[in-house]
């Protein structure tokens, strides 16, 4: 079975210790199984060249400051695989390295979908010195993956900007809404040019999207659609009026 292609919404790493956003990746990796290893673009990985992780053992990063130290503590020990990270050099000319590991991004999401962390993973950075349509470039390179049992995912937000996060909740900024709905939207409907030129998506769009880092890993994910996969959505909510968890699974 071909996996499908995932995008998280992440949101704060306290979710790595539960909730429902928690319980919406488990419902997730119960209806998916589990694949033959996981390549991962997350929003905290930014390089100046493409790299990709190597390590039988990848390490669990904590990229992250004054949380409590029950969620410091925390590891997913994931095995890696050198297997898969040349595979992806191949497809993409990013380098192994042992210089990086699982960040947040990755394992708070992943502790949930598979606890026993017995699915390889491995991360692929963002290449900052790629534009957009670089980026599309090598998103195209990865899909042979999928064929050969490898889910390819990204973490990061749909809508991502901390300067707005009211720390006590409360509803969505409308401009949130409107940007959230128009991504889906364009999902739906398979259009990647869209997605690609985010900022003609919705009025204020950069409002949503202050910085690209969390926008990026969804093209990694939308880039794989292929014809008759079907487009779902989970945890489909705005946390603090600008922190979209919205996530979307492809195929």
């Known amino acids: 079975m071909i996996p499908p292609a995932v995008f998280f919404g992440h949101g704060s790493p306290m979710n790595a210790l539960g909730g429902p956003y928690a319980d919406g990746w488990r419902l997730l990796g119960e209806e998916i199984g589990k694949p033959r290893g996981v390549m991962m673009v997350s929003a905290h990985w930014e390089t100046d060249g493409l790299a990709v992780t190597r390590q039988a053992r990848p390490r669990t990063i904590h990229d992250f400051g004054g949380f409590p130290a029950e969620l410091h503590a925390h590891q997913y020990p994931a095995p890696g695989s050198p297997e898969l990270a040349s595979r992806v050099g191949e497809l993409t000319g990013a380098i192994p390295t042992g210089a990086w590991g699982l960040d947040h991004g990755t394992w708070s999401v992943l502790s949930h979908v598979w606890p026993e962390a017995d699915v390889p993973v491995v991360q692929l950075s963002l290449d900052r010195r790629r534009d957009v349509a670089g980026h599309l470039e090598i998103a195209r390179r990865l899909g042979a993956l999928r064929d050969e049992g490898v889910m390819i995912a990204g973490s990061g937000d749909f809508v ?92």
């Open 160 to 251: 991502h900007n901390l300067r707005t996060w009211k720390q006590d909740g409360g509803a969505a900024y409308p401009w949130a809404t409107g940007f959230n709905e128009a991504v889906k939207a364009a999902l739906v409907r398979d259009d990647l040019d869209a997605l690609a030129n985010w900022v003609g998506l919705a009025e204020d769009a950069q409002l949503s999207v202050p910085t690209d880092e969390h926008f990026l890993p969804l093209l990694y994910v939308a880039a794989q659609r292929r014809a008759g996969d079907a487009v779902s959505f989970f945890n489909d909510v705005i946390e603090g009026g600008s922190i979209s968890m919205t996530g979307v699974r492809i195929g």
